[in-house]
């Protein structure tokens, strides 16, 4: 089972540029959720999403946007990258309210914007 | 809203010896779930422990167990004969019955030989 598969694994932008982070989950989780992790900060919740064609705002959302288009897929999109958008991206999934479980998490994205 | 403190940003053990990560948080919520995540080098982040808030009995896996306090609101995890492995950032993380996963800032766990 592959879990949660984030695409790519390392990134390096230039100021301005955009990008789409993958996440491809195939334990049939409706939900699913991006988030960055900065040092001293943990783990903070960008967007998330509670089903298919459906998406909301997490903690830190300036800057990005996402798109649920398909269930098993959660795109997290960088239109202009700035420095401060230099972090660890991980994305998540959970089968939903019930899953009492935490989450299942990919095993991130390293970004760096310059 | 629902916070998560953790105010130990380092800490060190001896090989072998017990050592226990610190974890408050904050809510109103009655019905909630609590975690400890491991994050190692590789960056993939492992559940370690959870823990239910209706129970009353702590939490056990093999060397992990927690002290679950909630009426003071703690969640600690205690890591029994630590091994080099065990070395790695850990993260407490809230979780209400509906709601999102909160976590706290982490506490790098160091293992000396």
């Known amino acids: 089972n592959a879990g949660v598969t984030q695409t790519p694994k390392f990134r390096v932008l230039k100021t301005g540029q955009s990008m789409t982070l993958l996440c491809a989950q195939d334990m049939n989780h409706e939900y699913m959720y991006w988030y960055r992790q900065d040092p001293g900060m943990g783990l903070r919740l960008i967007h998330y999403?509670?089903?298919?064609?459906?998406?909301a705002k997490g903690e830190v959302p300036d800057g990005y946007n996402v798109s649920r288009l398909k269930k098993q897929n959660f795109l997290l999109g960088l239109e202009s990258a700035a420095p401060s958008q230099t972090s660890v991206y991980f994305c998540?999934?959970?089968?939903?309210?019930?899953?009492?479980?935490?989450?299942?998490f990919g095993s991130g994205t390293r970004l760096t914007v310059v | 809203a629902q916070t998560v403190t953790q105010s130990q940003p380092e800490m060190s053990v001896q090989e072998a010896e017990t050592v226990t990560l610190s974890c408050t948080y904050d809510t109103s919520e009655s019905d909630y779930y609590l975690f400890w995540y491991k994050q190692p080098p590789s960056r993939q982040m492992i559940l370690v422990i959870r823990q239910e808030a209706y129970k009353q009995q702590n939490a056990t896996e093999n060397r992990f167990s927690v002290n679950f306090q909630k009426a003071a609101k703690s969640f600690s995890l205690k890591i029994s004969d630590s091994q080099l492995g065990d070395a790695a950032m850990y993260f407490c993380?809230?979780?209400?019955?509906?709601?999102?996963?909160?976590f706290g800032q982490g506490t790098e766990l160091s293992v000396k030989p």
């Open positions: 998540a999934s959970s089968s939903g309210v019930g899953d009492t479980h935490g989450y299942t």
């Open positions: 999403s509670v089903g298919e064609g459906t998406t």
């Open positions: 993380a809230y979780r209400s019955a509906w709601g999102k996963l909160i």
